[in-house]
């Protein structure tokens, strides 16, 4: 999976660099001189990205550290801002991760591989994040080394502020991933930029000059760079502020052997937090989908047995007393039979008599609207069709396919229990995909709802399974497809919207 991985990251390497290049040339804070040479940066960008893939196909990523060393340390001397040379790098980063996310139905074919992919996505980051570290050291030890130049010396009486701008890339100030606070011994702030203005929620302005202790009254636990003109005591911590986590690193600063103050560097790894929880919990599902898979197989196999051995005895021994019996009993069993099929589809569970064909999609939307129509009309609902009459293929499991279409059918219709008469589906071609809509004119979807709509075991009706529309989710997602939900802006119920890729063999 991870060469699969890797040769797609390759491919788009072209069109992923166009991305972040598009991206750079609007940004406010990138200066010209980065955009101005259109082949050149593109070009970095496209071999920063195949190097990215690179790293992760091989874990060497030493070939690309050197170069983007190089490439900043030559930007900077020319006058562009260190702060312009992480967000190309940072943006390389992101374009990837998110191309990742967005193939990640394609890329992944069994549920064992979700926790090497998650952690691809995750090496990526921390690597990235090495690198961006990597640059920083590089521009920093040849800004020192321009200080002790003797054009560049310090006089014994500048006061603390002018070492601090010296001591201080400007580049990192103007950061917005990275925040820095700096303080004089006397615990005064001396600087704050933005980033850090941004993290904490105050205004920078108001806050220089001013006591640290005073300004931000942090727990005794968050002492941090009190600590370092206090105690002596530097270092690296995770804190949390305004929901954010951060690490905090500290360390004093000294002049001519005397301890000036101090500086603390503030990064938000909060996604990273969440890409550490998401590898966490795709791991569990993925444990707990094959330990689900195997028990409702070794399930089905004695309910087949049941079934048949109680339609045997309703053949042998059905009377009139006891006929409502056998008809509950196969009822039951049936709808045990088809939670155990929602559980296999969620496992990704390869049934090898389900067999993947081209088929045309409406079809299997018509037959399940034929099938839907004699109830819609006993309760008075109107089940609208809007489609040209124009055919689409698609590839993949039909019988899926209808079942998914017919679970957000039936859910269409049991929404409108309470209110609404209408339910409306249309069907049309949108570039290489099939787009099905199902619209009503119900009571529509609260926020907590659509947030948790597609959860397996998550049901908003007293005897629902909580399996239907999670059911539905896999199969178009297995399809290569995509499923939306929200409110309908013309009938003000729900709007369900299926996307299937239009097989063109």
């Keep these: 999976m991870k060469k699969r991985v890797c040769m797609r990251v390759t491919s788009l390497a072209p069109d992923l660099a166009a991305k972040a290049y598009s991206f750079l040339s609007n940004h406010d804070q990138i200066p010209d001189l980065l955009t101005a040479d259109d082949p050149h940066t593109l070009s970095l960008l496209e071999r920063l990205i195949k190097g990215l ?28 801002p260190l702060a312009s040379v992480l967000e190309m790098i940072r943006l390389g980063r992101d374009v990837i991760v998110e191309q990742l996310q967005a193939d990640a139905e394609q890329l992944i074919q069994t549920p064992a591989e979700w926790p090497t992919f998650s952690s691809m996505q995750m090496d990526v980051i921390r690597f990235v994040d090495k690198l961006m570290d990597a640059v920083v050291q ?27 701008e010296q ?14 606070l700096m303080i004089d011994k006397d615990l005064r702030i001396v600087e704050a930029n933005y980033a850090l203005a941004d993290l904490l929620q105050v205004e920078r302005e108001q806050i220089i000059g001013k006591q640290i202790d005073e300004t931000f009254r942090p727990r005794e ?13 530097s270092g690296h911590y995770v804190a949390e502020y305004n929901g954010k986590w951060t690490t905090v690193s500290t ?12 500086i603390a560097v503030l990064r938000n790894i909060t996604e990273s937090k969440r890409y550490d929880e998401e590898l966490t919990k795709r791991e569990a599902l993925a444990a707990v989908g094959q330990l689900a898979a195997g028990m409702a197989h070794e399930i ?37 039979d088809g939670l155990l099929n929602d559980v296999l589809v969620l496992a990704r569970y390869r049934d090898d008599k389900i067999v993947a064909e081209r088929f045309l999609v409406m079809e299997e939307v018509l037959g399940v609207i034929r099938l839907l129509e004699p109830e819609s009309n006993r309760r008075g609902i109107r089940l609208e069709l809007n489609w040209s009459g124009e055919q689409w293929h698609v590839y993949g499991y039909r019988a899926r396919i209808k ?39 119900g009571m529509g979807l609260s926020d907590s709802v659509k947030q948790n709509l597609f959860v397996p075991f998550y049901t908003t009706k007293p005897d629902g399974t909580g399996l239907g529309l999670s059911t539905t989710q896999r199969i178009i997602v ?21 996307r299937l890729p239009i097989s063109v063999r």
């Design 300 to 336: 089905r196999n004695p309910l087949t047995s049941i079934k048949g051995f109680i339609q045997l005895l309703r053949e042998q021994m059905e009377t009139e007393g006891n006929r409502s019996y056998f008809s509950v009993i196969l009822t039951e069993i049936e709808r045990i």
């Design 221 to 233: 636990c968050e002492r941090f760079l009190q600590w370092v003109v206090e105690r002596g005591q």
């Design 403 to 441: 079942q998914a279409i017919l679970n957000i059918l039936k859910n269409a219709l049991e929404a409108l229990a309470a209110k609404g008469s209408v339910v409306q589906v249309s069907a049309y071609a949108s570039i290489n995909q099939v787009v099905i809509t199902v619209e009503d004119d």
């Design 53 to 80: 893939a690179d790293f992760l196909e091989t874990g060497n990523g030493f070939m690309l550290e050197q170069q983007m060393r190089e490439f900043a340390l030559n930007r900077v001397k020319q006058g562009m």
């Design 251 to 262: 360390s004093p600063i000294y002049h001519k052997g005397e301890l000036w103050g101090a």
């Design 167 to 180: 001591e201080l890339v400007q580049l990192v100030l103007k950061s917005t991933d990275i925040a820095v």
């Design 478 to 498: 297995d399809h290569g497809g995509e499923i939306f939900a929200d409110n309908s802006p013309q009938l003000g119920g729900a709007r369900f919207e299926v």
């Design 138 to 164: 590089t521009c920093q030890m040849n800004e020192r080394e321009d200080k002790h130049r003797p054009e560049n010396a310090l006089s014994a009486g500048e006061p603390f502020t002018e070492v601090a």
